[in-house]
């Protein structure tokens, strides 16, 4: 898929309004071109351009049909990001923006990539939110909250995607190792399941036949030698069958995360088993597992982006953005109930017993010590 096939497709798809937009345009051209470092220029530049100024940067590229005095004033910029309306169409904006640039830069997170341009994504992705927060600060608060998040959202997915890229390249190796295979299979063969479903059923609450289907799946793709894309096609099926049940639900996101957390519980479990065997394919299944947790979330991303009607790193900016929510109000919550409970322990302390008491002052256990 080409790449000018990719920015024609997302922004058809998702608004007309943001292809006239020549910021995002010339945003387009440098990242096309692999010349991360004018984006720095060009945020300046655009964030603070002033009335018929010429003094943006020359040496930025230009736009085809760029129009005479496309960019706006800062302090007419600044009064638009007051409004509420644009605030929410410039991130929406940014959303698609961001997600074409991902898709440009690593159209496929399992093909190789050249260590040298993973290593120039690695550093524009670290560079990102310095430089935007650099060239907005002169911006209310609030609008450089809201354009930091989308570009925050942004540099994580680069970063995560370029470590997967890494994985699946490592791991593409052992999986055409045909000794390491057979080596994996036989110290798998060992693992007690019975005793894996045992202790993770509590915590997880799988169905015992699913985890019993999984596991024989898991075996026979791995006897079968198969490559990382047959790898990839067995673990885009599990996802399918496990959310399907969810399909056009409301709670699909919420079934989709809980998938997560329950697979990456059960791997972890089988991988402890593996360590206290002292298995010889201990550093194989390492990295296998990283690897297989990694796509599995790549996998559920893009499942809930397309059962949202959102880009993925939508998806990602809007979970980052509840979680800092959640974690203001849980410190307020916490605050007023630890308040409760220290003067409700004050009331009961004279009455309880000073075993009770000792057990239940973490101070005194490590006075002890």
């Given amino acids: ?31 096309v071109n692999l010349q991360f470092h004018y984006i720095e220029k060009l945020w300046l530049s655009f964030w603070n351009s002033k009335a018929s100024s010429g003094d943006g940067p020359a040496s930025l590229p230009a ?33 698609i923006l961001y997600q074409a640039l991902v898709e440009i830069l690593i159209p496929d997170v399992l093909r190789p990539v050249p260590s040298t341009l993973t290593q120039a994504i690695r550093n524009f992705a670290k560079s990102l939110e310095g430089w935007l927060t650099n060239a907005m600060r002169d911006f209310p608060q609030q609008v450089i909250q809201t354009k930091v998040g989308v570009v925050s959202a942004f540099a994580q997915t680069l970063r995560r995607y370029t470590s997967l890229n890494h994985l699946a390249q490592a791991a593409r190796a052992v999986l055409q190792n045909t000794s390491q295979i057979n080596q994996m299979l036989s110290d798998l063969n060992r693992v007690d399941f019975a005793n894996v479903q045992e202790q993770a059923s509590w915590v997880c ?5 699913m985890v019993q289907r999984l596991e024989q799946d898991f075996k026979l793709t791995l006897q079968q030698q198969s490559s990382l894309d047959q790898w990839a096609s067995w673990l885009d099926n599990v996802v399918t069958q496990v959310l399907k049940q ?51 979330f790549y996998l559920v991303e893009h499942r809930v982006a397309e ?57 005194h256990s490590l006075q002890g010590i």
């Fill in 205 to 209: 609450q799988c169905e015992e036949s």
């Fill in 1 to 31: 898929m080409s790449r000018q096939h990719v920015i024609g497709t997302l922004f058809n798809t998702h608004t007309r309004e943001v292809d006239g937009c020549v910021y995002s345009q010339a945003t387009l051209d440098v990242v």
């Fill in 307 to 363: 059962a949202t009607g959102e880009t993925p790193i939508a998806v990602m900016g809007e979970f980052n953005d509840l979680a800092s929510l959640s974690l203001t109000l849980l410190d307020k919550d916490d605050l007023r109930e630890d308040r409760g409970r220290e003067a409700n322990s004050d009331a009961r302390s004279l009455g309880e017993p000073l075993v009770k008491r000792e057990r239940s002052d973490p101070n």
């Fill in 63 to 95: 736009s085809d049909g760029e129009p005479e005095g496309a960019v706006l004033p800062k302090d007419k910029l600044v009064s638009l990001c007051k409004c509420e309306p644009i605030l929410k169409w410039m991130r929406n904006c940014d959303h």
């Fill in 246 to 296: 969810h399909a056009g639900s409301p709670s699909f996101p919420k079934a989709a995360r809980q998938f997560l957390l329950k697979w990456s519980f059960y791997s972890s479990m089988v991988i402890r088993d593996l360590t206290l065997r002292s298995a010889a394919s201990f550093g194989s299944f390492h990295l296998i597992r990283l690897l297989y947790d990694e796509y599995m």
